[in-house]
């Protein structure tokens, strides 16, 4: 029986997320790293004010190419495109350390916790969007030790006539040996299939993971949510950490509730009807676990199964979100 469509994001980190947000008290700490910024601004800033850039069809345009030591603190970008669901299409990429493979690659709205292709706010700690759905914020701190390189694709139809990006980052002196790189992935089916465990995350290596973010879009006229959670770590046979519920892990009960708070959220529910769609959010793993996140894996990171069941898509962008 086809039931629904599963698109999710997820986001997996090695240093705890809580560390991009300082107290107050910190203020009055002198820090010796320096401010930087990468951003659209136009070059003639003296006197020019074109502070974006176009994106043709399967082009690909470099937002940052930073040299290290440091760490990314913030994103931020508007869109202005004519194409529907175009943040789905716009394709988000991150290189550490000039490595070949990116270690972020996801569609622009995923990545700042909204699937669809839609323009919804979203308000957490980690990722903030304003300005209804337009203006994204990632607050995630991603560190570098050699390089960092930021790129966005257009692979929709239609030129992306105005992109505005301003990327936040500190130069640094030095790292601490055991800092760890930010990664994110996508992941789809379209249709999922009943009966199988729907596998979010399959990792190898030492890490946190921070959360999931999934987008659901109905193909009959249920509650979708009943499936639980599982997460095996370290090649166990029998998972450590076992839900109640797909709610439940979302931090809700008895369904969902469109609202957005700094640990979790639904900034998307559509209802039970068939062809809505629903996009919870449980950053940083739902509840406050910032600090600290789940256990760090040894040999394996944590692997988690989402019902209702599928398999995931190899490709990284898909249509049916």
Known sequence: MRLLAL????????????SQLPSLQSLTQLRNDIPQRASSSDADWRNGNRDARPIEPGETLVLA?????????????TVAAAEPQYSRLLVLRIYWDREEHPSVEC??????????????SVGSL??????NGRARN?????????????????????????????????????LPRDTAHFHAMYRQEFPTAMGRNYLLADIGGRGHYVGTMLSVRQLASRWWGEGDE??????????SL????????????????????????????????????????????????????LPSAGDRAPRRGE???????????????
């Not at 698109?7 to 809580?18: D, I, Q, R, W, Y």
Request: proline share 9%; aromatic share 10%; glycine share 14%.
């Open 65 to 77: 190419d930073l040299k290290g030591p440091g760490k990314i603190t913030h994103i931020w970008c």
């Open 7 to 18: 698109a999710l994001t997820v986001l997996l980190v090695g240093v705890p997320s809580a």
């Open 107 to 120: 569609p622009l709205g995923d990545f700042c916790a909204m699937g669809h292709g839609w323009d919804v």
């Open 138 to 174: 990632g607050y995630w701190v991603m560190p570098f030790r050699k390089s960092a390189r930021v790129t966005v694709t257009d692979e929709g139809r239609l030129p992306m006539r105005l992109f505005f990006y301003n990327i936040d980052w500190r130069q640094l002196r030095g």
């Open 242 to 293: 076992r839900g109640t519920g797909t709610e439940d892990y979302f931090g809700d009960a008895s369904g969902l509730s469109q609202q957005s708070v700094p640990f979790y959220g639904a900034p998307l529910v559509g209802g039970q009807a068939a062809g809505n769609r629903s996009t919870p959010v449980p950053l940083a793993d739902s509840r406050p676990r910032l600090v600290p996140t």
């Open 307 to 321: 019902q209702p069941r599928g398999r995931p898509s190899d490709r990284v962008r898909g249509a049916g979100g």
């Open 230 to 239: 599982f997460f095996f770590i370290d090649g166990e046979s029998e998972p």
């Open 126 to 131: 980690p990722v903030r969007v304003t300005a």
